[in-house]
């Protein structure tokens, strides 16, 4: 019983802690990172999943999501939030500047279509080029047209490591030794 009574107790602080913020739209950059533009093309990107799909996609941007860990905080923002409304068709992007973080968070509707793995990998390619550069603005938008892109039907190439070919060098090392042998 003691320990159920201390988790509860944290459950209520760690959710009394995390106030969230109103949403202001689609673009919500509150870490005040993004450029005019690129806040203006996502918002057409995220308007257009909108009109055309009914799927609604936030981007948050937070200078950070504590005493919440990320992920923790995107799970919690979304359910707030109600992104995806009933349909539960709804995608959230959430960059925690302190912590180095980007979460991206589908509904229940969308994880068919967006599988954690596919959802690593436009953070990957399209996102972690220009977070490492501190360029913000450029990997979210790059990340929200793949997403919008994937979401419109169309297929997103997953880059190969470049570590892959190493068993063809150990094949071709094993057979010279056997031929020479």
Do not use: C
């Amino acid at each position: 019983w003691p320990s159920i009574i201390v988790l509860f107790f944290f459950f209520l602080a760690s959710n009394v802690w995390a106030a969230f913020p109103a949403p202001q739209g689609f673009v919500n950059d509150f870490a005040n990172v993004l450029d005019q533009r690129s806040r203006a093309e996502m918002q057409v990107i995220s308007d257009q999943l909108k009109r055309e799909q009914g799927i609604e996609l936030a981007i948050v941007t937070l200078s950070s999501t504590a005493p919440l860990d990320p992920k923790e905080y995107t799970t919690a923002l979304f359910n707030e939030w109600g992104i995806g409304g009933p349909e539960d068709s709804g995608l959230l992007m959430l960059l925690a500047v302190a912590e180095g973080a980007i979460e991206v968070e589908p509904g229940y509707g969308l994880e068919g279509v967006l599988p954690d793995g596919l959802i690593g990998a436009v953070i990957d390619q399209e996102g972690m080029p220009h977070f490492t550069n501190r360029n913000y603005s450029a990997g979210l938008v790059a990340m929200a047209r793949a997403y919008a892109s994937i979401l419109a039907g169309e297929e997103f190439e997953i880059a190969e490591d470049k570590q892959d070919s190493g068993w063809i060098s150990s094949f071709l090392i094993f057979m010279l030794i056997v031929i020479l042998l």
